[in-house]
Each structure stands twice: as structure tokens, then as C-alpha cells.
């Protein structure tokens, strides 16, 4: 993970804006906007405050982590035929249950809200509960084998969140990356972000949306294939 998608996931964590992690910072919106875009880098001081900000070490921040790169050159962890079936199928069964306002299925666990979606060999499970604050797993099967899953947490945080919107959000996930919303979505006073990193083989990522500025919606999300 790089800098600024470190600095991204830090901010998203404690619930600050670009505005007003410059104003802890005392720099400008647009110096935070560049170091999150990769287009500049700190200075050791900046870094410093930010470390002390978030309670973590300059070398955590400055260290572009090598994990996921190093997954990727292993035997089988490129994106094979079946990945790319996988995100097909992916894609068109989050638009089919709940982004797609599909009928619930029974629920699996006390409480639960369940959707199933299924094509030949293919099966998608969203299992999740709770409301205002929730958890959940999506998973798929190929061949009764489980090849991939996602948790996710979220809370609603104004009585200005719409349901409707994320919906209309997640609908638009680009089908190589179906694994929530696209990067952004906007309609109205309603604005949704979500910030990513990593690919189908293991990835983390924090989504949110604001009613006129106003965060009202937040989720955090992981995970990646199975083997």
C-alpha cells in the first residue's frame, strides 16, 4: 500500500475530511488531496505530525508495503480465465440482490437478511445483519467449492442517508472491480467515495457518502479469492 492510500485509509478512520485533517496538519486542502493522489510527497515534518496524528510510525508511512506484490508473482495468483468469469459473475450478482433491489431469501441466522443469486455453477450468498449499525459477508461457490468472500462493517451516521442512493452507488462498480462502489458517484446533494487498494486476490478498502458535505454513511470492507 502506498502513502497516500495509507493516509487515505487513516483519515476515512477517524471520520475527517480532506479539510479538516489540513487544518489539524495546517496545511492546505489541496496539499492532503496531492499526497492522497500520489502527485507529492511531505515533507519530515508534515510526516511527523501526521505520525503523531494517528499514533503510528513514520516508517509505517513511508514503507510501501510489498505484501500484495509479492502475492501477485506467486504461481496461480495472476488473474486467470476463471478470475475473469469470477468478476463477470460477480458483478451481475451484486447488481441483482440488494443494489438491484432483489427479493430477500430466507434468513440463514436469527435475524439475518439473505440474498442468493445463482447461474449454473455459479452461487453468490450476501448474508448480513443489524441496521443503522451492520455487518456482512458476501461469498461465492464454483462447483459447491467457496472460491471468494468479502466482510464488510458499516454504520448510518445522519438521518440524511439514503438507502436508495447506495444502491444507485453500488450499481455502478465497474465490472473489473465489482467488489463495492466505483471510485466516485454523485447525485444531487449526495456524494459517494470509495478509496481501494489491492485486486481480486486480496484488497481492503473504506467507502463513504456525504448529504452536503455531511458524512452520513461509512463502510469498511476486505477481503479476496480463496484457495
Known sequence: ????????????????????????LNISRQAVSKWENGQSEPEIASLLAISRL???????????????KQKKTIPGSALQPQDEALLRFLARASKETYAGYGEEAAASRPASHDYHYQEEDWLYIDTW??????????????DGQPVYAMNYCGRVLGSDFSGDFLKAA????????????????????????????????WFQGYEEIRWQGEKVYECFFHGGRLR
Open 170 to 201: 453500488l450499481r455502478g462498480a465497474p465490472d473489473e472491480r465489482p467488489f463495492r462502489g466505483p471510485a466516485r458517484y454523485e447525485d444531487g446533494d449526495n456524494r459517494y467515495e470509495c478509496t481501494m487498494d489491492g485486486s481480486l486476490d
Open 54 to 68: 494517528f499514533q503510528v510510525t513514520v516508517d509505517y508511512l513511508v514503507r510501501e508495503d510489498t505484501d500484495c
Open 1 to 24: 500500500m502506498t502513502f497516500g492510500s495509507k493516509l487515505a485509509m487513516l483519515r476515512h478512520s477517524r471520520g475527517y475530511s480532506q479539510e479538516t485533517l489540513a487544518e489539524k
Open 129 to 142: 445483519l443489524g441496521g443503522q449499525q451492520f455487518a456482512g459477508e458476501e461469498a461465492v461457490w464454483k
